[in-house]
């Protein structure tokens, strides 16, 4: 079975700092792994994924993300804190091996992200 | 090039009564995935389905639920004798078929369900 733990409800950081929102996950084989955003009563948008190849994945709005396979990790990054990048980000995973005819995403619950004025 | 559709965006029940959940894909794509997301929760995945076949049902509950997705029209989520505990936002995703675009799924922006 597959899972993702975001271990921080929360993220508070000041605008202009860089910021962090971790997640790591457990599946059985190789992992396909993402990150989401989503807005007040809005849904979810992509912002990156990992499939193969670089460890270090860029994506939209200035976001990144380092692929950890030693400590299953997949921590969402980004160097300075924008004031509109308050919102709900979630990490998610699907095995390599559920193959082509399945694409089940397992998310985690979620960080809330506050950026201060 | 219109993203996915859902409606309505907002419906309140009564307990007892049925809700229907609608979702387009977007043009091209010919993967739908439902899931939900309850309060101070993540999405819990509850069903993925191509054009008139149900390909995985795994997080579906046993009763009241039936998700449908016809040759023609959107997918429908159906969720009979509507009860408190189905009060949360339902996700409609989309994707397209291929290897290198796999798991990335576009959402929808939501049908919110209050059952009162």
């Known amino acids: 079975a597959q899972s993702v733990a975001q271990p921080e409800d929360q993220v508070n950081v000041a605008e202009g700092n860089p910021l962090t929102v971790k997640c790591t996950y457990s599946?059985?084989?190789?992992?396909?792994l993402f990150w989401y955003v989503q807005y007040p009563n809005r849904g979810l948008q992509f912002l990156l994924k990992?499939?193969?190849?670089?460890?270090l994945v860029k994506g939209s709005y200035g976001f990144e993300a380092e692929f950890n396979k030693s400590q299953t990790s997949f921590h969402l990054k980004k160097p300075s804190a924008l004031v509109s990048d308050s919102a709900l980000y979630f990490c998610?995973?699907?095995?390599?091996?559920?193959?082509?005819?399945?694409?089940?995403?397992?998310f985690g619950k979620g960080t809330k992200l506050s950026v201060i004025p | 090039n219109a993203g996915v559709m859902q409606n309505p965006r907002h419906l309140v029940r009564r307990r007892g009564q049925e809700a229907r959940l609608r979702c387009s894909p977007m043009?091209?794509?010919?993967?739908v995935y439902w899931y939900r997301q309850l309060p101070e929760e993540g999405l819990k995945f509850m069903v993925y389905?191509?054009?008139?076949?149900?390909?995985?049902e795994s997080g579906m509950p046993k009763e009241r639920f039936s998700a449908e997705f016809p040759k023609e029209g959107p997918s429908i989520l159906r969720i009979q004798q509507v009860v408190r505990g189905d009060s949360a936002a339902y996700f409609c995703?989309?994707?397209?078929?291929?290897?290198?675009?796999?798991?990335?799924?576009?959402f929808g922006e939501g049908s919110r369900l209050t059952v009162l």
């Open positions: 995703a989309s994707s397209p078929p291929g290897f290198r675009r796999a798991g990335e799924l576009f």
């Open positions: 599946v059985s084989g190789n992992p396909y």
């Open positions: 990992y499939i193969t190849g670089d460890n």
């Open positions: 998610a995973v699907r095995e390599e091996s559920s193959g082509a005819g399945s694409y089940q995403l397992t």
């Open positions: 043009k091209g794509h010919s993967h």
């Open positions: 389905l191509q054009k008139e076949n149900i390909i995985d």
